[in-house]
């Protein structure tokens, strides 16, 4: 689709968007239950800066929610046994590819950006959170763990903060 010099792609629920005769990407997160990031999302999304990382004219990528929210976070139903060892394995594989793209990332987060949301937009280079962003990791009321939160937002955000996220 042409548009206003942007071409688009759909990926079904994350939408590549391919700005400034190539030099800038928007991957849209679009999934009607407040962008949820099941294992499919999650693939798409590592598809993306998989082929990020061979585009050399790329010179960065902006995620983003569509809709009020930026993301709900991971599945629920992929978060607990026996589903759960997937759910990491795709995070992981995610957040390996966006480090190795080589292209700085800006998530730009409005409404809730919750769990796993929170996690991919922790691993972008920037964060804009708008006036109504609301950022939680909700993981301890389903009685898990937020791994990689636990482990990369005090880096990015504090200890003291990042306990705050993780732990109430």
Not at 94 to 103: D, E, I, Y
Not at 135 to 141: H, Y
Request: aromatic fraction near 6%.
């Amino acid at each position: 689709m042409q548009t206003a010099g942007t071409a688009a792609q759909s990926n079904g629920t994350v939408r590549v968007e391919v700005l400034e005769n190539g030099v800038l990407w928007r991957l849209v997160i679009d999934a009607p239950k407040a962008n949820v990031l099941d294992a499919a999302k999650v693939a798409m999304l590592t598809a993306a800066f998989e082929r990020a990382a061979q585009e050399e004219h790329l010179k960065a990528i902006v995620i983003e929610g569509e809709g009020k929210h930026f993301s709900f976070g991971a599945s629920v139903e992929e978060h607990v046994p026996p589903q759960h060892v997937a759910m990491l394995k795709g995070f992981h594989a995610l957040f390996r590819a966006m480090l190795r793209a080589g292209v700085p990332t800006l998530a730009v987060v409005r409404g809730q950006c919750l769990g796993g949301g929170l996690e991919l937009a922790s691993f972008c280079n920037r964060v804009w959170a708008a006036p109504d962003a609301m950022l939680g990791q909700p993981e301890v009321r389903l009685g898990v763990i937020a791994p990689v939160a636990s482990a990369f937002l005090a880096e990015r955000i504090g200890r003291a903060h990042m306990e705050d996220l993780v732990l109430t």
